[in-house]
Nanobody, 115 residues
Framework: QVQLVESGGGLVQAGGSLRLSCAAS????????FGWYRQAPGKERELVAA???????AYADSVKGRFTVSRDNAKDMVFLQMNRPRPKVTAVYFC?????????WGRGTHNTVSS
């Protein structure tokens, strides 16, 4: 059973930085893609960044140049480095995995950016 567990969320000041981690368990070797999504109160969940097992990345326009997604394949972990987050943004960040034609989600980690 594949499981995803996020960590690293919390309160950060606008202009600061925060690093989220996602640890995957139960995976076997093979092609996969991780993603970070976020959902603000009253809004739909949106893709923030994604990274494939080959290292290709993609970002939402709103975070390009400020956020960086990376992964440690040996540890089955993926990270989201959030630099200069926008002020007054509160959202739950979810780790996502597409693997062996299945989709998996973490339970999310809550982040608040103060002004």
């Amino acid at each position: 059973q594949v499981q995803l567990v996020e960590s690293g969320g919390g309160l950060v000041q606008a202009g600061g930085s925060l690093r989220l981690s996602c640890a995957a368990s139960g995976m076997r070797a093979g092609a996969n893609a991780f993603g970070w999504y976020r959902q603000a109160p009253g809004k739909e969940r949106e893709l923030v960044a994604a990274i494939t097992s080959g290292g290709s990345t993609a970002y939402a326009d709103s975070v390009k140049g400020r956020f960086t997604v990376s992964r440690d394949n040996a540890k089955d972990m993926v990270f989201l480095q959030m630099n200069r987050p926008r002020p007054k943004v509160t959202a739950v960040y979810f780790c996502y995995l597409c693997y062996e034609m299945n989709e998996y989600w973490g339970r999310g980690t809550h982040n608040t950016v103060s002004s």
